[in-house]
């Protein structure tokens, strides 16, 4: 029998006992992504039953809303990334519900409140979710729900790679690949509220004319295919655009070494993904001559403490609701998960960010 707890944990008789011996609260049954055991995430994964559980006195139960199916969700179904789940779980790893039910002792949260995980916990994936309250931290109301539901990944991802290794000013220049990611896009607009000029790197496919108009109306300064940069001198292509400090990189092989070349003296290049599954290679030239910096990040291991991640969720869902962070999403009925999941996965050809809708 699988629990309905986000952390999740086979049966999780703490939650599940004495409901009959002492009158409780109890959460309504729950609908969730379950899988077993890792694997192809359209094969492992099912749609279930999970029954009420009990709502001890500093829980809360949240009616999720609106969750999406990041990268790393399924790469943690699949089992390759880092971090593996104990199966069987429940999928998702970020979402935002409405208050349904608060605990006696639960005193700074009210039913009918909007919140999402202050910690990155599994479960995200069904329609009622149990926890301490402390796990959860309420937003603006009137914050669009698919925008709380995804500024804790991708969004606050590009905020700290901005913030955390170069410390940027008005004017200074930043460089990445990728530039079409959710990633890249709040990068793009990130940099232009703190007037900061982005250049950016997209691959060479039909169609990059209508993608570099897309990402000039976010605010880039410069967006130049692949090939394009395939040139002796490459600054020469910069104008009167400072040379970049930071570049940032989810792609390898040749893109990342585009980044690198771009990059000024003694410049920093972040890594946060490597979606073309080739290594990164740098001259050893441009180690000893450019004293150029190699740092990754994972925001997982960040560990931010509440107030750093509560002013940066604040920052991000406060510049979404001014129409000044904004990025393509498509909302899909929970019921129609599999078909979400399979357009997640790139069976339906290049996709918007599949977003659940419960």
Same mark, same amino acid.
Request: contains cysteine; neutral net charge.
């Given at each position: 029998?699988?629990?309905?707890?986000?952390?999740?944990?086979?049966?999780?008789?703490?939650?599940?006992?004495?409901?009959?011996?002492?009158?409780?609260?109890?959460?309504?049954?729950?609908?969730?992504?379950?899988?077993?055991?890792?694997?192809?995430?359209?094969? *492992?994964?099912?749609?279930?039953?999970?029954?009420?559980?009990?709502?001890?006195?500093?829980?809360?139960?949240?009616?999720?809303?609106?969750?999406?199916?990041?990268?790393?969700?399924?790469?943690?179904?699949?089992?390759?990334?880092?971090?593996?789940?104990?199966?069987?779980?429940?999928?998702?790893?970020?979402? *935002?519900?409405? *208050?349904?039910?608060?605990?006696?002792?639960?005193?700074?949260?009210?039913?009918?409140? =909007?919140?999402?995980?202050?910690?990155?916990?599994?479960?995200?994936?069904?329609?009622?979710?149990?926890?301490?309250?402390?796990?959860?931290?309420?937003?603006?109301?009137?914050?669009?729900?698919?925008?709380?539901?995804?500024?804790?990944?991708?969004?606050?991802?590009?905020?700290?790679?901005?913030?955390?290794?170069?410390?940027?000013?008005?004017?200074?220049?930043?460089?990445?690949?990728?530039?079409?990611?959710?990633?890249?896009?709040?990068?793009?607009?990130?940099?232009?509220?703190?007037?900061?000029?982005?250049?950016?790197?997209?691959?060479?496919?039909?169609?990059?004319?209508?993608?570099?108009?897309?990402?000039?109306?976010?605010?880039?300064?410069? *967006?130049?295919?692949?090939?394009?940069?395939?040139?002796?001198?490459?600054?020469?292509? =910069?104008?009167?655009?400072?040379?970049?400090?930071?570049g940032l990189n989810c792609?390898?092989?040749?893109?990342?070494?585009?980044?690198?070349?771009?990059?000024?003296?003694?410049?920093?290049?972040?890594?946060?993904?490597?979606?073309?599954?080739?290594?990164?290679?740098?001259?050893?030239?441009?180690?000893?001559?450019?004293?150029?910096?190699?740092?990754?990040?994972?925001?997982?291991?960040?560990?931010?403490?509440q107030a750093q991640y509560?002013?940066?969720?604040?920052?991000?869902?406060?510049?979404?609701?001014?129409?000044r962070l904004k990025y393509?999403?498509?909302?899909?009925?929970?019921?129609?998960?599999?078909?979400?999941?399979?357009?997640?996965?790139?069976?339906?050809?290049?996709?918007?960010?599949?977003?659940?809708?419960?």
């Open positions: 029998m699988l629990s309905q707890c986000s952390h999740y944990v086979p049966f999780c008789h703490d939650k599940q006992s004495s409901i009959v011996d002492f009158p409780a609260a109890v959460s309504p049954p729950s609908t969730a992504v379950v899988y077993d055991q890792h694997g192809p995430p359209d094969t *492992v994964t099912r749609v279930t039953e999970i029954p009420p559980v009990k709502i001890t006195e500093n829980d809360i139960c949240v009616r999720m809303l609106a969750a999406p199916i990041n990268p790393a969700d399924i790469n943690r179904i699949e089992g390759v990334y880092p971090v593996r789940p104990q199966v069987p779980t429940i999928g998702g790893w970020e979402g *935002v519900g409405e *208050v349904h039910i608060a605990g006696s002792a639960v005193k700074t949260l009210s039913p009918g409140d =909007l919140v999402i995980h202050s910690a990155y916990l599994p479960g995200t994936w069904q329609t009622y979710v149990v926890e301490d309250q402390s796990l959860w931290y309420k937003i603006d109301k009137s914050t669009p729900i698919e925008y709380a539901a995804t500024c804790s990944v991708n969004p606050l991802s590009a905020l700290r790679m901005l913030e955390d290794f170069v410390a940027l000013k008005p004017g200074d220049t930043i460089v990445q690949n990728g530039a079409t990611s959710i990633v890249g896009q709040c990068v793009i607009q990130l940099a232009r509220v703190r007037g900061i000029h982005s250049i950016n790197i997209i691959r060479d496919k039909p169609g990059s004319d209508e993608v570099k108009e897309k990402l000039v109306k976010l605010g880039a300064n410069m *967006v130049f295919t692949e090939s394009e940069l395939d040139v002796k001198s490459i600054k020469s292509l =910069l104008d009167d655009i400072p040379e970049p400090r930071l792609i390898g092989g040749n893109a990342a070494t585009l980044v690198i070349k771009l990059l000024k003296q003694g410049g920093t290049m972040v890594t946060y993904g490597g979606m073309s599954k080739k290594p990164i290679t740098i001259s050893t030239s441009t180690f000893i001559f450019k004293d150029v910096s190699l740092r990754g990040f994972w925001l997982q291991e960040k560990n931010l403490d509560r002013y940066s969720i604040d920052y991000l869902l406060a510049l979404a609701r001014a129409g393509e999403m498509e909302l899909v009925p929970f019921n129609d998960f599999h078909t979400a999941l399979e357009k997640a996965m790139g069976k339906h050809g290049s996709r918007k960010k599949q977003v659940l809708k419960f």
